[in-house]
Nanobody, 125 residues
Framework: QVQLIESGGGLVQAGGSLRLSCAAS????????VGWFRQAPGKEREFVAV????????YYADPVKGRFTISRDNAKNMVYLQMSNLKPEDTAVYYC??????????????????WGPGTQVAVSS
């Protein structure tokens, strides 16, 4: 069992940066792939980034490539999402997730077993 709690959201101007943090509990946390999804008002939940437990490779959604970086610290049971050059279209609730997705399914939210409650990010123009 893994529990996730996000923090670090807030209001920022376009072009600014934020770092989201996700605190995880559970002794098997390091065995899970971890990621971030987001959901904007009136839109479906969408994949942002994932860091796979097997090999540590990262994958990003095209809209955030080159601007967002996902990382983890297994010793501290933490996951991070560093967001730079933020745009108004990045405004959403951001969710930390953990699971064991196969490569072909890393963008499918239904694959992830564990979700945090979310943290709001608002980017003003």
């Amino acid at each position: 069992q893994v529990q996730l709690i996000e923090s670090g959201g807030g209001l920022v101007q376009a072009g600014g940066s934020l770092r989201l943090s996700c605190a995880a509990s559970g002794s098997t946390f390091s065995s899970y792939s971890v990621g971030w999804f987001r959901q904007a008002p009136g839109k479906e939940r969408e994949f942002v980034a994932v860091l796979r437990s097997n090999g540590g490779r990262t994958y990003y959604a095209d809209p955030v490539k080159g601007r967002f970086t996902i990382s983890r610290d297994n010793a501290k049971n933490m996951v991070y999402l560093q967001m730079s050059n933020l745009k108004p279209e990045d405004t959403a609730v951001y969710y930390c997730v953990a699971g064991r997705p196969i490569l072909l399914a890393i963008r499918d939210p239904s694959i992830y077993n564990y979700w945090g409650p979310g943290t709001q990010v608002a980017v003003s123009s």
